[in-house]
Structures are given as structure tokens and as C-alpha cells.
């Protein structure tokens, strides 16, 4: 108990989330002691709507990007956010641990773009501007993922750019998700495969 106490004065993630002016918590939501916020700049935004549980990373590479958690989900710890473009997560929307969720490709396919990103990433580092605040983004590939209401996203999962997550979907533990997911279907593997669909009552 007086461990927990100590870590909670160490480090509030509520408060530290309310530091940052584009981040809007409703106060019916929890930020668990792992949820935390690297924001790229004050035009990153993250909503996060009533009884969302969260326990995740925010994380932002750019001075573009918006994520939205919707209204009772829960999102285990050791989950990354990684966003430039857009990640929509709807309503009830069970994420588990350690999940990545990645709406760009990080880096162009071409060599020389990764050797300038790599001069750049250095050069930002020594001056203390962080590892991406002179990356250029013209060769990388950012698409907004969506992940829609009731759909469950099984331990260890990656979930890459331009997916959209169907309703009641379920993802299992593992999987690399390249495509989008039906409504009310099972998929699991590398790559992410139909498994089987589920019932549902309406």
C-alpha cells in the first residue's frame, strides 16, 4: 500500500495527462499508473470519452495526429498507441496487453530516406528536440486505423496502418492485422486470417 502511495505521488498520469492542452479525459474515465503521453506538439490531440479504462501509451511522431478512445473501453498496459494520422476506437472495445497499434509505416522503403531519417534522429537527440522532430514524412506511408464498437484485440497483436476493425470483431492473441476485419468475425495469425464468424443478437 505505501509503495503504491509513493508511486502515485511519483507519477499521477491524470495530472500529467491535463499538463498537455490538446489531451481531453472525461472525468468518469481511469488512467491507470502505466497510461502515459509522449505529444509530439500542442496540435496532437487524444479524446477520451466516459468509463474508458486505460492503461496504454499515447504516442505521437508528428506534429499531426488524433486518437479517440470511446466510452467504456479498456486498454491494457504495456499497449502502444502510434499515431501520426488517426486511431478511432469505438464504444466496449477490449485491447489486451502489449498490442501495437500503428497507423504509419515509420519509415520510407528507400534506403537513403532511412539514412537521412537516421542523420536527423541524431542530430534532434544531441540537440534535446526528442527522435522525430526534423523526420521528414513525404515518403512514409500514414493511413487512420479504425477499430470499431464491441470488437476485442487479443494479447501481443499488431494492428498496422489503414485497418479498420469491424464491429464485435475479435482479433486473436498474436495476430499482425494487414486488412480490414468483417463485423462479428474471428481472424488470427501472421498474416491475420478468418477464423470463423460470431453470432450476435441484433
Known sequence: MLLNLLRRLIYDPVRHARRHPGVFLDAQSILMS???????????????????MLACGFIFESDAGHIVVGEGTFINGGTSLICRSGIKIGRFVTIAWGCTIYDHNSHSLDYRDRIADLNA???????????????????????????????????????????KVGEGAVVGAGSVVRHDVEPWTVV???????????????
Do not use: C
Not at 477499430?147 to 499488431?158: F, K, L, T
Open 121 to 163: 534522429q541524431l542530430a534532434d537527440y544531441r540537440a534535446g528536440r526528442g527522435l522525430t522532430k526534423n523526420k521528414s514524412w513525404d515518403n512514409v506511408g500514414s493511413e487512420e486505423i479504425v477499430i470499431e464498437d464491441y470488437a476485442w484485440i487479443g494479447m501481443n497483436s499488431i494492428i498496422l496502418k489503414g485497418v
Open 188 to 202: 488470427a495469425g501472421n498474416p491475420a486470417q478468418f477464423v470463423k464468424r460470431l453470432k450476435h443478437d441484433y
Open 34 to 52: 502505466s497510461a502515459h503521453f509522449r505529444m509530439a506538439s500542442s496540435s496532437n490531440r487524444v479524446d477520451i470519452a466516459k468509463n474508458a
